[in-house]
């Protein structure tokens, strides 16, 4: 399915499914006409979505935690941090957090 954008013209807010044909790309382009909401306000480009730092403890699920720290034992260390920083944390975490960055190194 196509994306629909809204252009204005001088009879009002004209709807187009992208791709734009070439002509009115053009025209688009050179700011002859210009893109607006579906009710004719100004429209303006979403901002970007910032991407998650990887080393960062993410917030969320228990799983989405776990599935982060995996097997490294800092990570742990960290996630356990951030989550005894909490105002509520979740006993069930704590448990498995504790655990995992309990676990004597494998490779000492």
């Not at 901002?47 to 989405?64: F, H, I, K, Y």
Request: charge should be negative.
């Amino acid at each position: 399915m196509a994306e629909t954008i809204y252009l204005q013209t001088a009879g009002g807010p004209v709807a187009h499914d992208l791709p734009l044909h070439w002509a009115i790309q053009e025209q688009l382009s050179k700011g002859y006409i210009t893109r607006v909401n579906e009710d004719g306000t100004p429209w303006a480009e979403p901002a970007p979505v910032p991407e998650a730092d990887p080393n960062e403890v993410p917030t969320g699920t228990v799983s989405a935690v776990l599935d982060w720290v995996g097997e490294d034992r800092e990570r742990a260390a960290r996630a356990l941090e951030a989550e005894n920083a909490a105002e509520k944390p979740r006993t069930t975490l704590v448990a498995a957090l504790t655990a995992l960055a309990s676990e004597p190194d494998p490779d000492e």
